[in-house]
């Protein structure tokens, strides 16, 4: 069995400190074989830098993946192309630079991970999450797929599982940075709508609360300030049977910084 731990979208410092905090405990816990976190907003809440990328690996991530904010920094262009352990997603520009999927070898199989963005509401995709999905699965010759779906309808992720179900192990909802309670078991695949965030816990999606809202309400022209505070950790536990090639079961791991009312 392979017990691999996906964290949802680190959202700045406080999200990587929650990390750094509990990344630990879970691997002794659930005994994981292997570890991959979404880091698209873990640089200030948006893209990543050579440094940040650094830490998350020193902390027991092996393989992050990243989202529509990957080039929000233009430091990434200097080290993209050797940071072996970052995955970018497939279908945004620039598309030729960056590791398009990373394939490690665990408990004698090859697992492919990979990234992708959903087309739905999201303006940076230059193509058809489903052709360069199938693309990829053409070009590589993996035992197993891993997918983090980067998007923000929840239904286009559904599609994607239900006819993925026998081809993928893993699809891992990101972006929205609120977990869903919808893990299942589809086919012979793990999936979640949204694996939710690491990141301050009163705020709107990791940003400052009064930021947020003078820019929503009032039409406000304002800063991209993350939130100060306490952190909340969202992830989600995968049992694969490396043998039968399937998800066996998934679980959501939620860890807030305190308990309403006490």
Same mark, same amino acid.
């Given at each position: 069995?392979?017990?691999?731990?996906?964290?949802? #979208?680190?959202?700045?410092?406080?999200?990587?400190?929650?990390?750094?905090e509990n990344i630990t405990a879970l691997k002794n816990e659930y005994q994981l074989?292997?570890?991959?976190?979404?880091?698209?907003?873990?640089?200030? %809440?948006k893209g990543i830098s050579e440094r940040v990328y650094n830490n998350l690996l020193? /902390?027991?991530?092996?393989? =992050?993946?990243?989202?529509?904010?990957? !080039?929000?920094?233009?430091?990434?262009?200097?080290?993209?192309?050797?940071? #072996?352990?970052?995955?970018?997603?497939?279908?945004? *520009?620039?598309?030729?630079?960056?590791?398009?999927?990373? =394939?490690?070898?665990?408990?004698?199989?090859?697992?492919?991970?990979?990234?992708?963005?959903?087309?739905? $509401?999201?303006?940076?995709?230059?193509?058809?999450? $489903?052709?360069?999905?199938?693309e990829l699965l053409k070009e590589t010759n993996a035992d197993m797929y891993f997918?983090? !779906?980067?998007?923000?309808?929840?239904? *286009?992720?559904?599609?994607?599982?239900?006819? /993925?179900?026998?081809?993928?192990?893993?699809?891992?909802?990101?972006?929205?940075?609120?977990?869903?309670? #919808?893990?299942?078991?589809?086919?012979?695949?793990?999936?979640?709508?949204?694996? %939710?965030?690491?990141?301050? /816990?009163?705020?709107?999606?990791?940003?400052?609360?009064? *930021?947020?809202?003078?820019?929503?309400?009032?039409?406000?022209?304002?800063? !991209?300030? =993350?939130?100060? %505070?306490?952190?909340?950790?969202?992830?989600? =536990?995968?049992?694969?049977?490396?043998?039968?090639?399937?998800?066996?079961?998934?679980?959501?791991?939620?860890?807030?910084? /305190?308990? $309403?009312?006490?």
């Amino acid at each position: 069995m392979i017990n691999v731990l996906f964290i949802g #979208d680190i959202v700045g410092e406080a999200g990587r400190q929650v990390v750094k905090e509990n990344i630990t405990a879970l691997k002794n816990e659930y005994q994981l074989d292997l570890v991959i976190a979404n880091g698209e907003n873990a640089a200030h %809440g948006k893209g990543i830098s050579e440094r940040v990328y650094n830490n998350l690996l020193d /902390y027991g991530i092996d393989v =992050i993946t990243m989202g529509n904010h990957t !080039f929000s920094k233009d430091a990434i262009y200097r080290f993209i192309d050797d940071a #072996d352990n970052l995955v970018r997603p497939l279908n945004i *520009e620039p598309l030729d630079i960056g590791n398009r999927y990373k =394939i490690i070898d665990i408990k004698g199989v090859s697992l492919c991970i990979f990234n992708v963005l959903g087309n739905v $509401f999201m303006n940076s995709t230059v193509a058809s999450v $489903f052709t360069v999905t199938n693309e990829l699965l053409k070009e590589t010759n993996a035992d197993m797929y891993f997918c983090d !779906f980067h998007g923000e309808v929840t239904s *286009e992720k559904i599609i994607y599982a239900y006819l /993925y179900q026998n081809k993928l192990q893993a699809v891992m909802g990101t972006h929205t940075h609120v977990q869903t309670a #919808d893990e299942r078991l589809i086919g012979n695949l793990a999936f979640i709508s949204d694996v %939710g965030m690491c990141g301050v /816990y009163e705020s709107v999606l990791g940003r400052d609360i009064d *930021e947020t809202i003078a820019r929503v309400v009032y039409q406000e022209d304002t800063r !991209f300030t =993350i939130a100060k %505070g306490p952190a909340i950790f969202c992830g989600v =536990i995968i049992k694969i049977d490396e043998k039968a090639k399937k998800a066996c079961a998934i679980s959501r791991v939620q860890i807030r910084p /305190y308990v $309403f009312g006490v």
